[in-house]
């Protein structure tokens, strides 16, 4: 007889578990990262391999919560937030992925080994990144809570706040990068082109990941101003 | 009249047996978003459903049962012969009974009061004749319909926004969670006794005047809130807790509020939906014992909400207590301080009605609540097809019950006559 019971039927699928859950094992997959190039710069391709197959588990672990999440949105769902926000934020936590994954593997398929003078600076600016990923991920978090307050009051200007924080590292990053490219800059001729060519992507592509993160931000300002 | 015993025994029966199905199945939806919010567990949702919906039943549920009993078929037309008033209330009660199992089985979104009412214009329009049915009250009737869910939407809609603006939405929650929360508590109190009292408390010997009527049910508003407060201070708070979710705690102090509104729904659909089981059977009684003269004014006997209080508890015990279970499993969207609001909304919007004495949906009229509480951009996901689903109810359930109600009525005619 429990199956005559409409009344719950009316609750959909909540989208926000699941985004908060995509942007967590992206934010896991990103910090892999650290350790993979450690093992690049020590050298310890083996140790390397190891981790960036790790990363990789991670991001596909976070496409099955993407895909999950797509197919159950239908748009018969009456929600607070844009339908189209939810895919939007989505594509985007699933792009730093991507992009980790990408980093990743184009430097172990080429075992490109970082040169020392910029080594440190490099590793300065990865974790800045991941830190614009992990404010992403804070203000993600408090999407539940938006929902609860109706995107208003104090928690959304908390919300703000966070987003304007993200804002804050992400310019960081940029002019981490800006000197980053400066140093390297000073030694590229020392080096073969093509890694140099490379090494440019993937300065490149870790600063995406800053970008991202800010624009899932951006989708995430958008909805509060709804 | 002949077979009179027959007649009782078998109303009393199917009467019975129509309570248990409403206990069993019915309520599970007033009290599940309280076991879903984890405001109360199972056991204590379940005492409070068997405390409240007895008490709503029997101290509320006569204006109903009124209607049940003699609102909907023009009596008068029946004086010749009162056999076939027994023969069409038995059939209706049969009827719905039956179609309410038989949709429970395959899921299919069916409304207690629907079905009733479906049943006893079926048999009155076909088995007496058109003009049998009292046609402006049904129209009144299925008017309410449309408008309890919007009424009760409404108001969900108000008290989510207050919630917000007060409490939620401000720098310190807790702080005027601790303020406001009483106030709601309050509310509830002071709405539910106010309606029962004004319905009047006669048939249980209390004749109360307008002002003793105000003054009492703000006493008892004030009480609750009182002792809501009292539990309010008592709580523990946790800070770790509140860090994965500012709101963890505020909840909490919403989850006392929850109690009062769920004691209020339970009342409520006592008060409303008990009528379903014994509108029927009282209109047997009324003409049994009055040896066949249909009679408008006798009063109801007491033993006849009586027998509905107990058919409900009975079925909340012995079935009900799992499908609360399962449906609070799967409506956790509701925490505290959006399910209060559905849940005093629904139930302002019930007891309202049962006071004028309209059959509503109790079910139909929480759904209304909890879209209201979605419009306040509260919940994070409503599956609108539902909606859909809800009107479909109306489109099957009423000729579902009239046909059967029609079927029934010619077999009793042709067994008894």
């Known amino acids: 007889m429990t199956q005559s019971n409409y009344f719950s039927r009316i609750f959909g699928s909540s989208p926000v578990t699941p985004l908060q859950k995509h942007i967590d094992k992206v934010v896991l997959c990103v910090e892999e990262l650290i350790p993979y190039f450690e093992a690049v710069i020590s050298n310890d391709w083996e140790l390397a391999a190891t981790t960036q197959t790790k990363l990789v588990d991670l991001e596909n672990e976070a496409d099955e919560i993407k895909n999950d999440l797509r197919m159950n949105i239908p748009s018969s769902l009456f929600m607070p937030i844009d339908r189209r926000d939810v895919l939007e934020v989505l594509d985007l936590q699933d792009h730093i992925a991507n992009k980790a994954k990408d980093i990743s593997g184009l430097t172990l398929g080429r075992k490109m080994s970082l040169p020392e003078s910029i080594s440190s600076a490099y590793m300065e600016f990865l974790k800045r990144c991941i830190d614009a990923t992990r404010q992403a991920q804070v203000a993600i978090n408090e999407l539940d809570e938006l929902v609860v307050t109706g995107f208003r009051g104090d928690e959304a200007i908390r919300v703000k706040k966070m987003i304007e924080e993200l804002h804050i590292i992400e310019g960081e990053t940029d002019e981490i990068q800006v000197t980053l490219r400066a140093e390297f800059y000073k030694v590229e001729k020392e080096l073969s082109p093509i890694d140099v060519v490379f090494l440019y992507k993937i300065i490149e592509w870790t600063g995406d990941l800053a970008d991202t993160a800010q624009s899932t931000g951006n989708r995430l300002q958008l909805m509060l101003a709804k | ?417």
């Open chain 2, 1 to 417: 009249m002949e077979h009179t015993t027959i007649f009782l025994i078998l109303a009393g029966c199917f009467g019975l047996f129509m309570a248990w199905g409403i206990g069993a199945n019915d309520v599970a939806n007033a009290m599940a978003t309280s076991v879903g919010s984890k405001a109360l567990t199972l056991k204590r949702a379940v005492i409070i459903a068997a405390i409240f919906e007895f008490t709503g039943a029997f101290l509320a549920g006569g204006q109903v049962t009124s209607t049940i009993r003699k609102g909907i078929i023009d009596a008068d037309l029946l004086s010749g012969s009162p056999e076939l008033l027994v023969y069409g209330m038995l059939a209706a009660l049969l009827a719905a009974g039956i179609w309410l199992l038989v949709a429970s089985k395959y899921g299919l979104p069916v409304s207690t009061t629907h079905s009733i009412v479906g049943a006893i214009v079926g048999f009155a329009a076909v088995g007496i004749g058109v003009e049998a049915v009292n046609w402006g009250k049904v129209g009144a009737i299925a008017a309410s319909w449309v408008v309890s869910p919007v009424i009760a939407g409404t108001i969900a809609y108000a008290l989510f926004r207050s919630v917000q603006k007060l409490i939620l939405d401000t720098a310190d929650p807790m702080k005027n969670a601790k303020r406001y929360v009483p106030v709601y508590i309050f509310l509830t109190g002071t709405m539910i006794s106010l309606v029962t009292m004004f319905k009047g408390l006669k048939h249980i010997g209390l004749d109360l005047s307008k002002t003793e009527s105000y003054s009492l049910s703000l006493a008892i508003g004030l009480i609750c809130a009182f002792i809501g407060a009292f539990f309010i201070r008592k709580i523990s708070f946790n800070e770790e807790r509140n860090q994965s979710n500012h709101f963890h705690d505020v909840e909490r102090v919403f989850g006392v509020l929850m109690v009062f509104t769920a004691c209020a729904m339970a009342f409520a659909h006592g008060s409303n939906d008990v009528a379903n089981a014994v509108g029927p059977v009282a209109a047997i009684v009324s003409v049994v014992t009055n040896n066949g003269e249909i009679t408008q004014k006798s009063m109801m006997p007491i033993w006849v909400l009586l027998l509905g209080s107990v058919g409900i508890v009975a079925g909340l015990l012995m079935y009900g207590h799992k499908v609360i279970a399962t449906v609070g499993t799967k409506i956790t969207e509701l925490t505290p301080s959006r399910g209060f609001c559905g849940e005093l909304a629904a139930s302002t919007t019930v007891v309202l009605a049962s006071g004028t004495g309209i059959p509503i949906s109790t079910t139909h009229t929480l759904v209304g609540a909890v879209l209201g509480v979605g419009f306040a951009r509260g919940i994070s996901a409503l599956n609108l097809r539902m909606i859909g689903s809800i009107f479909m109810s109306w489109i099957i359930t009423l000729p579902a019950g009239a046909i059967l109600a029609i079927i029934f009525f010619y077999i009793l005619k042709t067994v008894f006559a």
